[in-house]
């Protein structure tokens, strides 16, 4: 995203993934308004960013703050297929693994989201690559997940966010 | 006019503290008002918010001491609004960020 001055609308399209959306710059106020332009609910928040630990800002709803001190980071929500048909195997995951094994590859193709993990864990990963049933992540995984955690194709509910920076 | 007290005053930990709760029994209103409010962070420890209780100071959105957060808009589904420290405890104030005339 280019820096485009203090004042100057920006337009951001969330992925399902943490989107970088502001970062304070030294001589220049560190003020911002977050509007949702969108018509689906967006999480703000820190680099690892998801939908079950972010600020929910609803569709036209606005955040205005001074002193931010913070690298700020948004995405989007997305929804799980029905849990339960496709579910983690072989081993838990940590945080930063790129690589996992499902009990069934059918339904996944490289370019899709999958949504990995549980209500209050789960977080959208693109697959890059996938050979039978083990999946290869774009972007290493933010968290922790345990064995048997569902793996679904996600549907996206792509949110778009309007940054004005510098002046409030 | 007197100066209104603030809906809900919550001390919140380095574990996830409920500050407002978005349901029928909401802390915000009785009435289901929930919109628009301020959080203020009247302690000396950064406050992170979050929506759920999955929210950690790496992820949510940072507060620091003497600072507000003014959001206008809806509570939308089931988001309630969390808050957490790194460490210690921050007293946070939450207010209303509009005056309800008619609802």
Redesign the interface.
Known sequence: MPNLGAGVDQHVNLAATPTWVFTPTPNAPATIRLF?EGRN?V????????????????????????????T?YACSICQGGAAGATTLTAAATTAGTSTFTVSSGAGFAVGSTLLLGGP??SEAVSVSGLAGAVVTTGTPTLYDHVLSSPVTVATLSIGQLRVTAGVI | MPLAAPVSTTAVTNSPTVMLVNTSAATFTASSYNRDFVITNGGTA?I?????????S???????PG???????????Q?S?YAVTAAGTATVYVGQGSVVSVI
């Open positions: 949702n609910t999480f703000v928040g820190q680099a690892n960013v998801s939908p079950s630990n972010g600020f929910p800002l609803a569709p036209n709803g606005k955040i205005e703050m001074s002193n931010v001190t913070q700020i209050t864990s | 950064t992170y918010v979050g929506s759920f209780t999955a929210v950690t790496a992820t949510g959105f940072a507060v620091v600072q507000q957060l003014l959001y206008q808009g809806p509570l939308t589904g988001n609004l």
